[in-house]
């Protein structure tokens, strides 16, 4: 059975960072392309970075140059490195496979304040 818990997120203040972790179980993450997603209140979830199995990654446009995703593949972990968060930041945060091949974990809140 896959297993995704995220873990990292909280309330700061606009300008802040946070660093999001993903661990799976179940999964072998190395062979996957996986991805980190958000969905705020009244908004559809979106993919915002993804990574291939190797190291190849993008992001929406709406958070280049201020997010980073990376992985562990040792450890069957997942990060999300969150600089310069905005307001619009605000949501919470998933990780899955990409395509989402997976049940959505519980996802960790992430709240900017202006």
């Known amino acids: 059975q896959v297993q995704l818990v995220e873990s990292g997120g909280g309330l700061v203040q606009a300008g802040g960072s946070l660093r999001l972790s993903c661990a799976g179980s179940?999964?072998?993450?190395?062979?996957?392309?996986m991805g980190w997603y958000r969905q705020a209140p009244g908004k559809q979830r979106e993919l915002v970075a993804g990574?291939?199995?190797?190291?190849?990654?993008d992001y929406a446009d709406s958070v280049k140059g201020r997010f980073t995703i990376s992985r562990d593949n040792a450890k069957n972990m997942l990060y999300l490195q969150m600089n310069n968060l905005k307001p619009e930041d605000t949501a919470v945060y998933y990780c899955?496979?990409?395509?989402?091949?997976?049940?959505w974990g519980q996802g960790t809140q992430v709240t900017v304040s202006s």
């Open positions: 990574i291939t199995g190797g190291v190849i990654t």
């Open positions: 899955n496979t990409r395509p989402a091949d997976y049940f």
């Open positions: 179940g999964i072998i993450f190395s062979i996957r392309a």
